[in-house]
């Protein structure tokens, strides 16, 4: 794999679209209600229902909660480690805008642990802890509500992937997203970090497009700022073979809006949650600690 250049020193700009964007509850603990619990029994059946209908049958659900009301635990720990993602399942759609945060709870512990929780193709793992945790609850389109971190004393948030596993989830989610016109067939991946906030990677990409076997690949870098914006820099889309060509300039153009130019690592809802420190390992996993804190 080619060694691609640092980013540039002088200043870029900073869009306002997050590289990873929470802010609607995309990692929320999901309720199958639409109207908030009134007690810890109705809360803890409320999330053991939300994943069931999400996961294979037979899951390993544990879920724990402690204290004298639903407004204030001591403690709520969620365990899904081992359980199999549905087949069929597909995240739903998020409100084409944020809504505000409601508070809801307070939890003095928060513990959400999956390691692992397995798709049809891959695994992935997923820890996060937080003390203090407030929680708040946001509709979705369906008006079904989930609970979502908004703030809290301090936390840590690590997933972790197999590489090989890593390649077969970005081919499942590219099935997804693909057309008819285009079915995709594999995709290789090679990622290189020199150092713990930066990330290199080049994806091979082998599909057939109208049953006309092609190829193409995808370049980029990823670095990380002190104050934790992602400058994206060297991305690049190349084919291997005339079909591909074509496809690689379609997907350049769109490359081209976010080439050289930074991102902020991350948004949650509401403002109170920043991040203290990010940590990214590379060998057979790729691995992903962030350390945030809050307000509390």
Not at 33 to 51: F, G, K, M, R
Not at 98 to 106: D, L, N, V
Not at 170 to 197: D, F, H, I, Q, T
């Amino acid at each position: 794999m080619e060694e691609l250049p640092p980013p540039t020193t002088r200043p870029v700009e900073v869009i306002n679209r997050p590289a990873i964007d929470l802010a609607r509850g995309g990692a929320g603990f999901p309720l199958d209600v639409t109207t908030p619990p009134a007690t810890i029994d109705e809360l803890i059946a409320s999330l053991t229902n939300a994943y069931v209908a999400r996961l294979e049958a037979d899951p390993k659900i544990d879920i724990q909660a402690t204290g004298t009301t639903i407004g204030q635990l001591q403690r709520l720990e969620i365990d899904l480690t081992g359980s199999t993602v549905r087949g069929n399942f597909t995240p739903k759609e998020s409100p084409k805008t944020a809504s505000p945060a409601r508070p809801f709870m307070r939890v003095e512990q928060l513990v959400y642990r999956a390691d692992p929780l397995k798709y049809a193709t891959y695994d992935a793992s997923m820890t996060l802890r937080a003390s203090n945790a407030r929680l708040a609850l946001l509709p979705g389109v369906d008006k079904q509500l989930s609970l979502a971190l908004y703030d809290c004393r301090e936390g840590s948030a690590q997933i972790s992937v197999d590489l090989a596993h890593l390649e077969k989830g970005l081919a499942a989610a590219a099935r997804l997203r693909g057309g008819r016109a285009m079915k995709l067939n594999s995709v290789e991946l090679r990622l290189r970090s020199e150092s713990s906030r930066n990330l290199e990677a080049e994806m091979t990409v082998h599909a057939q497009v109208l049953l006309v076997p092609t190829s193409f690949r995808l370049i980029g870098r990823a670095d990380v700022d002190s104050n934790f914006n992602v400058h994206f820099t060297s991305l690049t889309a190349e084919g291997n073979d005339p079909s591909g060509a074509m496809i690689a300039a379609f997907v350049q153009g769109k490359l081209n809006q976010l080439n050289n130019k930074a991102a902020p690592l991350l948004k949650l809802p509401g403002d109170k949650i920043r991040i203290t420190d990010l940590n990214i390992r590379l060998d057979q996993r790729l691995t992903v600690d962030v350390m945030f804190a809050g307000t509390q």
